[in-house]
């Protein structure tokens, strides 16, 4: 309402005020332009110099919060837009539903950005409620499309669940293909940034199982979510989020950008560190690190290769195996030793790399081509840079009438699982688990690790 406002301001003779509102009422309309043309970056510096001198506008409001919408910056137009919906009830009625269809369109559109995909239908049959008839047909198609992209996600999701990776992949492209040019900033919405982060975590357990080509497929999607903007990226699941680092840094493992792949362990293990206990699973867990540890080691010694090709371990050694041992004695004797150095049952800061050599041997050991290879003095370890080993999964039972550990294995790489006994040594007699120990201290007699006579029981007065 610019001429009102300068009609009162030319009968109070306020030169100065008429002046800035003058100013305002071109940069509004500049605005207006540009937005009509689809210059919506250019609209935004006339709005807000207009928004300054008439910050109660709805109308500008709405303009400012469709441009901030077409720049990706969903969070900032769903707050725009909400300001012009309170701001226009003070509008005459006719304004107001006019105000009311628009505010509510913006902040579907903005919505839907974030990931809400029932809210933002809502708002768009809110539209059509408003225009009534045939003139809302238009706003019950984008609720119409709203569902199909949520429908569309869910059966994304539905293969990765089912380790689909394929079909996963091919419903997360036509996902893109299919939505990319029905929203506003859609490549810069959750659900693109979510739809690249399955194609990522697709293409990575494609590479786990068929090679370097699907690793290479990777570098894009995966690289797309890891460094996308954070206010988008911190409402990925973080568990998605690390898988996605996790992935990339292997892709950039095998394109041999070994410094890059290196920094995104660095984020991953710090994403990790961070985590609320309980809030990830010990195997992604394990896997984090075993990797940073891997990579940190393959950085480390690149100098020592430029002088000559490392010499390889000693792999019968490193699993306690005479050399024509036979398949099943390297498998017994590889599973007792990744439970003895598992990162989620070992805390030694040595265990970790400990366990990247026993994992390497059994590697090299349990295939009969790489045996063979092996044994003729045709292998090193840095023909194995590449290669990122899932560690076994356990769950360990102790029976103390028995003396024994009652140990359930599973390998991931091979689906095989099964059960073992190990006896038990002084460690296993005494020490519970972490959190128990903790209560036994607090509830009975136990000493902490320092005190004297830690390694006794105590009695209370």
Partial sequence: RFAEADSSYALLGAAGPRARLAAAREAAAAAAQAAH???????EPHLRSALEVAPL????????AEAVLEAGDFEVAAEQARRAHRLSGAAAPEVRQMLGVSTLQVLGFALLGLGLDDVARQNFLGCAELEGGSAGEHHQMLA????SLGLAWRGVAAELQGEAWD????????????HGTRWPAFNRSLWSLRAQSAVCRAHAALHAQDGDEAAKAALGPCGAVVEAPDPMRVRLPLEELLRCHVAYAEALEKSGDLETALSQADVAEKLVNAAAEGLLAQTLTSEVKLLRARLSKTVQRRPRAKRGARQPTNHYEVLGVPRDATLAQIKSAYRKLALKYHPDKNQDPEAVPIFLDIQQAYEVLSDENLRKQYDAGQINDDMFRGKNFKPMEYRVRIDRFR?????WWRDPETGEEGFMEMDLDKEDMYWEQPKQREQLRKHCCLPSPGEPNSGKASSRA
């Fill in 37 to 43: 043309r689809g210059e919506h970056d250019a609209a």
């Fill in 57 to 64: 506008s709805a109308s500008l409001w709405i303009l400012s």
């Fill in 144 to 147: 119409a499309d709203a569902n």
């Fill in 167 to 178: 079909r996963a992949i091919s419903k997360a492209q036509q996902l893109l293909q299919e």
């Fill in 403 to 407: 003396k024994k550990k009652i140990v």
